[in-house]
């Protein structure tokens, strides 16, 4: 595995593995603010998903299957019968462009890889800039109609003080399997309520079916756009005991949060898990041809 190390000349440094364009570590002012295997080969079967480029369709399908065009394809079952995250998370990709604060890396995904239809060029370009922004880029294009919804795994960690923020007032309702049932409720009253900073607790009673958050988190309708420099931050993490806080802002609809690894937790931006399975979902259909773009931008302050 090729090891790719970005930086500014503030404090901030990435480092990408080729293996899967992961995210293997962050530092700010050289201390890592990310969980990460301890052996770099751990990242070969990278159980977790630590840091993982995600896709082609992050999160959960419905028992491994959709309908497109009026053809049914069927996705290797890999968790509890449904289909998750994808084969791209532990697939080699190749180096297109390096320079002291960004890489470009690239895939070719062949018609019919996991099932999917189509081939489809990836392109994805991290990037770290002088005001402290850390910036994720996906693209991708189809030569046929497919699904797509690109994401990235990173277990952040500020510290055992870090509180959330999400401008998300409803979130996915999910059934045993944390898969969608359809379902999008309001946050009030709710242990998913994050409109105003808290601490994550595993612990809460209402977390009863997971024992973690595992969960899709609606943005307010105000708070959605593609375009990312129009946009207000929808997501910060904090940590007052080690004066750090990062903001997210992203042209994605919704954010899963997943509290299950003691490590970290991550925030995956994304567009709504098992959305071919339910048509009132916001279509996640890329037409042959068509530009995909997903961007992240993470704003640091320390």
């Known amino acids: 595995m090729k090891v790719f190390t970005i930086r500014n000349s503030k404090g901030l440094s990435a480092e990408i593995l080729d293996r899967g364009a992961i995210l293997k570590d962050f530092r700010v002012n050289g201390k890592s603010v990310v969980a990460t295997h301890e052996k770099l080969e751990d990242y070969e079967k990278n159980f977790g998903f630590y840091g993982a480029f995600v896709g082609r369709f992050g999160n959960r399908i419905l028992k491994s299957q959709f309908e497109l065009n009026g053809k049914t394809y069927q996705l290797p079952e890999n968790d509890h019968g449904n289909h998750l995250h994808g084969v791209l998370a532990k697939t080699e990709f190749a180096l297109k462009e390096q320079t002291e604060n960004k890489v470009a890396l690239t895939y070719h995904s062949p018609d019919g890889e996991e099932g999917f239809p189509g ?64 379902n999008v409720l309001s946050v009030d009253g709710t242990v998913y309520d994050f409109r105003e900073p808290k601490e994550i607790d595993n612990k809460d009673p209402r977390l009863s079916m997971y024992k973690c958050f595992d969960n899709c988190l609606v943005f307010a309708d105000d708070a959605c756009g593609k375009d990312v420099e129009k946009l207000v931050p929808q997501v910060c993490l904090t940590s007052e005991k080690n004066n750090l806080k990062m903001t997210m802002t992203t042209n994605q609809v919704a954010v899963q949060l997943f509290s299950g690894n003691p490590n970290g937790i991550a925030l995956e931006p994304e567009a709504y898990p098992c959305a071919p399975n339910f048509p009132q979902f916001p279509s996640t259909v890329v037409k042959a041809g068509e530009q995909y773009t997903y961007i992240t931008k993470y704003q640091f302050y320390f």
């Open 119 to 182: 081939n489809v060029d990836f392109t994805l370009t991290y990037s770290i800039d002088e005001d402290n922004v850390f910036t994720m880029l996906y693209e991708a294009v189809p030569d046929v109609d497919t699904i797509l919804n690109l994401t990235n795994h990173t277990y952040w960690n500020f510290g055992e003080d870090q509180k959330l923020q999400v401008n998300a007032d409803r979130y996915l309702e999910g059934n045993e399997e944390v898969c969608p049932t359809g």
